[in-house]
């Protein structure tokens, strides 16, 4: 299995205020890193970016370098933050699942 050493979460302009203007992030990274801890698993750091090329409501997971989730937000609401980082979650479990196969 390889070591999973870097997440990023790459996102639209539009979604920039979710994570910008909500101090919540850190409680529920935390939250997710607890979670896979009980498990036996390493959750690394999170890297967040503004990506100019990706449209103003879309947002990708990115790990190791490979492509683990594109979606697009059909609107930005209250609970837009929860639902991208459980989407991120989701996309590292995915990920973690398919590497510890191979």
């Known amino acids: 299995m390889s070591k999973i ?3 990023e979460l790459l996102f639209g302009m539009d979604i920039v205020p979710v994570f910008a203007e909500n101090n919540a992030y850190i409680e529920i990274i935390q939250g ?7 498990l036996g698993v390493t959750f690394p750091i999170v ?6 090329s990706l449209s103003a409501r879309q947002y990708q997971v990115v ?3 490979e492509l ?8 930005i609401a209250d609970g ?5 980082l459980t989407k991120l979650s989701y996309a590292f479990c995915d990920y973690y699942n398919a590497k ?3």
Do not use: F, H
Not at 32 to 38: D, L, Q
Not at 80 to 84: F, H, K, R, S, Y
């Open 63 to 65: 790990i190791n370098g």
């Open 80 to 84: 837009t933050m929860m639902e991208i």
């Open 100 to 102: 510890d196969e191979e």
């Open 5 to 7: 050493e870097k997440i």
């Open 32 to 38: 997710i890193r607890e979670g896979y801890k009980e």
């Open 47 to 52: 890297n967040l970016r503004d990506e100019n």
């Open 68 to 75: 683990a989730a594109d979606e697009t937000l059909s609107q």
